[in-house]
Structure formats: structure tokens, C-alpha cells
């Protein structure tokens, strides 16, 4: 097979790289610690907005006429919201100039209907249409068929079952829900609940959605397929979904108010004190919201009206364009944005630096959560992505926090190094069969379960990454871990099982292999592993293969989808730094790539000490949802920079 040419972008032309005279790196890496600091809170944390698709809009919209309490003034701005965000051939895509995409099209599309617009509107033409190209409502997912049930656009028969019973399997039985991603579990509470009571709302016929559904509603088969193959998982799933929905049928049901029962404490318990919500993130507690009202508590109840608050947190009320974010980022904004500015040069001294690193500490969390059901025997600790999570610390932002806080001297070391210590073993207690680390949880690896009929939003595992387990052993290389020890011997062992033919990694929390590749190369040289052996140097070659003429680095959400378009895309500055430091990594400040990313960086930044970024970079679901971090654009250059600064400084 030939390969794909790499693309050269309009911009990349030599007349084109030489916009602007570059600065000193000196000069750039100030700028930037001024930017930085100017955006720090009065309490010491970093926190910028996470950007994200057209699609938490119109769930909010959907939810609203489903609850039948539409506040006209959000829905007046989600709306507009929805429609600067339609592409040219009239669907909705789910990453900067990514193509339309069938789910996120359908709900908008739905969204603009319920808010008025007429179908004959030229915009609601051109999107129905697209939507039929893309294969309508019944090429939606899961998720996206449940919500239109709900409003009596898509019968209930052929939405995967969801049972409570799954709240009452032992952790025994091979199917339990710690065999589920953390993220999974607070999302299916909920909806079990939905799942049994199916409370449908009926709309007016001008709301209906016939339209999207190619063959019309009467003449589709909306079964999900099963596996040509008889002996194969999904069809056994879908045999389980049939005998479910039998089940559900009887007049009897022996078990069911016991389960829905557990399920409604389990889910009640996580949207308690302590959490910004149920797991804090957008679908877990849009589901929640409409979970306690089908269980019939009442507006006035407090959980109700904390729910409605947390929810209301999400929203970015920007008189020009409103927002819902997914979630909320300090803890890593905080974290990252410590360590590229102590590692340009503020002291750890600085009142800045100092405020922060307390404000790190103050958010670990010693509460026993979901996590202790799969690692046993440790004292809690970790830290959470948001400001309030307590039943879901990560690994990432654990791994994050302390590299920050090594940086910074403790007011009380004693009390400091009493915290590291019990985060670092709480951290190392994550390591996986397979000798890597995951987000969240360990050993929730079961292939099988991504067969499970409701499984197709590509998030009910949490599986091992090179991008973390790479990071894990940039940590234990700063703080002088053993790397002789077992720990690090199978972390490499990990990375050098998941290289790519090409030399690079896959990034499972970033865009993508560029991310990969980078934080893997950063690692190993951490550790101090050779960085001159043939696979190593592999992974250094394909980067400098990707780079683009304009000296940047760039690569689109859609090597996802097409591995073939990895490392490929304009030049984006977080994606620059990325690569810049996975180079640095290996040594030899005078490789031309390393003086063109420099050059490139330095050149594009913006006059306030930032730089601009039209793309997306982050990864919160492959192939299903993405992430822009507005911090990305500031911080990661910052750290780039430094790193090639003190390289050359040697």
C-alpha cells in the first residue's frame, strides 16, 4: 500500500513562515510567565474554560421541554449557540473544522425544532438533509436514541435496556459495575432509573421528528444488528437485552424496587457535599437532574436545588456567544500552569507560586471512593480534576499535582512530605497487570463488555495509556525513584509493547500521537533510560517526520478515526510544544527540527504573552468527544520553551 502524501496546509509556504521577526527565547518565556500569572485567582488556582461541541446545548434545550420548564432566556441563547455553530453543508460537528457528525446534527436539529424554528427554515433544509446522508436518527447512538425516547421521538423497545439490577450483581459475578469506567457508572445510574420508569413526554405534532428517519419511522428495522457470527458477544448481549425486555414485561418483577432503590441512594450519595454534582461532569448530572424528578422529589428539595446549581456552574454566560462546559478543570489547569512556570524560572518562593501550591494541598482528597473496590488496602489520597469530586480522584491530575508541588518549598515540610508520600503510594497502587496506568481505575480492561448493547459512546472501559504510564514514570525520574525497581522495569516494558510500527504512541487524554509520542519520549528520558537505543530514537524520528514546513506541529481529532492522518494537521501551538519537548527529550539542542519548533513558537506568540489556537486538541472520549483547553494554548509553550532553554543551558 502507498502511503498518504503528507498535506501541505495554505499557510505552511515559505512566504507565509516569516510573518513576524521571532523573538528571543528569553523575551517569549517572560511574556508568557506575565500572561500566566495576570489570569492566577485570588485564591491561587488557574482555571480556564474547557470549549467543547454544539451537543451540551441541545441536551440542555431537550431537557428543558422534557421537564416542561423552559426558561425562554437560555433557551433563546442556547439556540443562538446552536446555530453559529452550523457547517456550511448543514450538520454539526463534534471538533473544530471536523466534519458533521450524525448525533450531535440530530440534537441540534431537534434542539432548533423544539425552540420554533420552522422545518422550512433554509438552515433546518439544509441540516435534514445532511442528517439523512449521515443516516438518521436510527444511525444515533445509544444515548442520543434515549434522550429522543424520552420526548416520544424513538420507541422505547429498541432502546438498550438499562436494569437496576446491575446495582445489585457482587463484585464476584462476572458482570458488576466496577467492571465499568468510572465515568460510565454515574452516567447509567440515572438512566437505569429512566430506563424503568420510560417517562415520555408527548410533544405537539410540529415537534415530531418523522422526517429523520430515511425510510420513515413505520418501514425502518430500528433493531440494533447482530454479529454475522454466531458464537460472538454482541449477539449474546442482544439475546440478554431480549430476555431483559421480556422481563421488564411481566407483571412481577421480584427484584426491581429493591434495585431501583440502591441505585437511587448510590446516585443520591455522589451528588451529596463534596461533589460539584454527580461526578461532576455535564452528562452524568444532566441524567441526575432528571433521575430525582421522575423519583419525585420536588423543586424545593435541597438536593434538587444543589443539583440545579451545580448544573448552572457549567454555564460560561458570555454575552456574545453562552457556553456549557463539560465539567471544570482548576486542579489541572493549576497544576500545569505551576510546573511551566517553575520550570521557566519563578522560584518556588514567589508569594504566586506559594499561594498556588497551598491551594494544590488543600485539594487532595482522603475520602474512600469508588476507586477502593478494585485497590485495596491503601490510605486514600489523589486529587480530582475539578474543585469538588471527592469519589473520583484520577491518576493524571495526582501525577500533576506532584510534580507541581515539587517544585514549590513547603511552609510545613513534614506535613508536605507526609502528603507526597501518601499520594505516591496511592498513585503507584494504580499499576495494572499490564504494568501501565489508566485515569481512573485499575484492571478495567474486559474487551468483551464493549459489546454490551449501551456501550457504543466508547468510554465503558478505562483502559491502560501509554500517554499516562509515561507520565507516571516522569514523576518517579524527577523525585530519583528507583529504575531498577519492578514499578518501572514493566512500565517500560508497557511502552515499548505499544509502540507503533512508525515509532510513535497512540495519546489516549490528547490529540493524539503527537501527545503520545511526546509525554512517552519525556518519560523514558526522566527515568533515565538510554535515549540513544534504535526504539527510542524511532519515536524522536517520526516527530520530526510530521513537522510541518512553518517549523509547527499539528494533528487533527480525525487520526482517530483514520490512523493515517497521525501526526498531520495545521500547526497548533499546544501540539508545537508537545513535540518540541518530546525532541528535547532526546537530546542534541542543535537538530535543526528543534531550532525550526522554537522559531515557531516563539514567533506566533501574541503580543499579551499568549498565542492563538483554532483548533482542538484535547481528548475526552475517542472518536465520540473532544475537548479544547483554553490553558493549553498559555502553558504548554511556556514549558517547551523551558525545557529547550535549559537544555541548551547545560
Known sequence: MTPLA??????????????????????????????????????????????????????????????DRVDEDLQRKCIAHIRRRQLSDGGWNIFINGPSEINASVKAYFALKLAGHSPNAPWMREARANILRLGGIPATNTYAKLYLALLGQFPWKYVPTIPPEIFLFPQWFFFNLSEMSSWTRPILAPLTILNHFKPTRTLPAEFQLHELYPAGLENTDLSLKKDPRFWAWRNFFLRCDQLLKIYNDLPFHPLRQHALKVAEKWMTERMGEGSEGLAAIFPSMLNAMMALKVLGYKDDHPLVQKADRDFAGLFVDDPEDFRIQPCLSPVWDTAI??????????????????????????????????????????????????????????????????MALRHVPAKDK?????????????????????????????????????????ADHNAILDPTCSDLTARVLELLGYIGYDRESTVVKRAVAMLRRTQESDGSWYGRWGVNYLYGTWQVLRGLAAIGENMDQEWIRRGRDW????????????????????????????????????????????????????????????RTQEADGSWTEDYTTGTGFPCVFYLKYEMYRQHFPLLALATYQQMVQR
Not at 497502587?429 to 463488555?449: H, Y
Open 6 to 67: 503528507r498535506p501541505v496546509f495554505p499557510f505552511e509556504s515559505p512566504e507565509l513562515t516569516l510573518l513576524a521577526e521571532p523573538k528571543s527565547v528569553e523575551e517569549s518565556i517572560t511574556k508568557a510567565q506575565g500572561n500566566l500569572l495576570r489570569q492566577q485567582r485570588a485564591d491561587g488556582h488557574w482555571e480556564a474554560e474547557l470549549l467543547v461541541d454544539s451537543t451540551l446545548c441541545s441536551d440542555y434545550v431537550l431537557y428543558m421541554h422534557w421537564a
Open 337 to 402: 500552569t505551576t510546573i511551566a512556570l517553575a520550570e521557566s524560572g519563578v522560584p518556588g518562593t514567589d508569594e504566586a507560586m506559594q499561594h498556588a501550591a497551598q491551594w494544590l494541598e488543600d485539594r487532595e482528597v482522603r475520602f474512600v471512593g469508588d476507586w477502593a473496590q478494585r485497590v485495596h488496602g491503601i490510605e486514600p489520597s489523589g486529587w480530582a480534576f475539578e474543585h469538588d469530586n471527592k469519589y473520583y480522584p484520577d491518576t493524571d491530575d495526582t501525577m500533576m499535582v506532584l
Open 414 to 454: 513534614a506535613k508536605r512530605d507526609a502528603q507526597f508520600q501518601r499520594a505516591l503510594k496511592w498513585l503507584l497502587a494504580f499499576q495494572c497487570e499490564d504494568g501501565g496506568w489508566a485515569a481512573f481505575d485499575k484492571d478495567v480492561t474486559a474487551r468483551w463488555l464493549e459489546h454490551v448493547p449501551f
Open 543 to 602: 516527530l520530526e517526520s510530521c513537522q510541518n514546513e512553518d517549523g509547527g506541529w499539528g494533528e487533527t481529532c480525525e487520526s482517530y478515526n483514520f490512523p493515517a492522518l497521525k501526526g498531520r494537521g495545521p500547526s497548533t501551538a499546544s501540539q508545537t510544544a508537545w513535540a518540541l519537548m518530546g525532541l528535547c527529550a532526546c537530546g542534541d539542542a542543535s537538530r535543526e527540527s528543534i531550532e525550526r519548533g522554537v522559531a515557531y513558537l516563539t
